[in-house]
């Protein structure tokens, strides 16, 4: 099984680390990293097609190798599967990134859009983020999140995930043993607390901050948010058909109307 | 019924000077223009947090008001209805694109996600492409899709979507008395045919495009794709949540078969 991994962090995040060295305890797994030299986050399903992307060899901090892009981490998994990598792969794992991707965060997180890439290109994908709010980086263990993502890496790898599905993993900040199991949920809603931040520049000139405090969720049974308040740990299958079907029947006149038939 | 206009182009392409100068002849209809000042194409859902944004008043090509940001599309929503501007908006319109947004594209598009920040702030969105493949900018002829733009905006002012709700609208570029109808569909299957196109530089040094024909689409009967092929206008209702619901049911076993429950 041949493993891409890669992240929105940029290359040097301890998050890309652990869960390298996770995936790599997988008998006969080969792990290939390629990951953006910078901090992607929050950036979406992005492409790159206005200007060339260079790719360049690192070395993670245990020593191994990986490699780096100036590209997205959607141009990343494109990059790699176009051929970049010589090795046909079969599963790209994105993470682990350091804050929730919980609700309608999957729509911006680069974590997530990684995995939609893969998707894209018929390779099963799992995004994993750890759950536990937004601590800072340095008390940050992803121990539990990198245990967690190497045995669904397997799980996937043996069963398979349906075509256009990816899986969204998310996991309590607790140590293993204190995870309250894993349950399969769906996406539950965000409540975003941004605030429109006006300020003004040495020469008189106003600037804004997209700012506010971080997102909350409501933690509803079923929903990722639900899980995560529980300690468990949330698996969220995601689709890449966004058409709203329930929404055709209240569309039904629309047409005739509009075209005054 | 106040209007805001965004799109991914900038805030001088003619697709956008068309869809504002149609919306303007809404009775009663106030519009404001609130669009990045560069060409975001294919970048997704994006916020910027690590920068301040700036905004200033620029002018369209007849002369009326806009403002311009250096935010992505997706900021330019945020910005607008999070009080730059004064008076609270009813409906965002994003376009018109002068492309084909289609199948998976809606995932990478600027246009179409600029109206998913729209609908998370719980505002009605619409998303107006140009359905004609890849025609050079000066033969694009934008009139047909702006006033079937106008009558959207229109039917969804006095009915309202469902929350989470935004409409893809993608007009044939052809004659408004050439259209051959309205379609309420589901996205299709888009084909994407992107290579890795690797170049040396004066350097010797190797870079890459992700490169390769514009996309393909399967043109199934009732999916976007297939309407276009038709002549006909294709209007797609997106929802927000991507949970895959279908799913569920083979992944129930794995919670417990990874945490040997």
Redesign the interface.
Known sequence: MHILVTNDDGVTAPGLLALALALRQIPGADISVLAPHK?W??????????R????WKVRLEDGSQALASD?SP??CV??AL???LEKPVDLVVSGINPHPNLG?D???SGTV?AA?EAV?FGVPAIAVSLGGGYAPQEILDYRAAAE?AR??A??VGK?G??RE?L?NVNVPHVPMEA?K????T??GRRV?R???VR?EDPWG??????GGEAPTGVPEDGTDIGALARGV?S??????????????A???G??A???G?
Do not use: C
């Open positions: 901090n986050s929050a950036t979406g399903h992005s492409k790159t097609m206005h060339p992307l260079r790719v590209g959607s141009d494109a990059l176009l051929g970049l309608h999957v729509t911006y859009t939609m894209i967690i045995r669904v397997l799980w069963r995930l349906p599905i899986l995870l199991g894993v349950e399969i769906r996406l975003y941004d605030q429109l300020r000139r106003t600037y804004y901050w997209l740990v698996v969220t299958p995601l689709q890449m058909d966004m058409t709203a079907h329930d929404a055709f209240g569309l039904k629309l047409g109307e509009i075209m038939g």
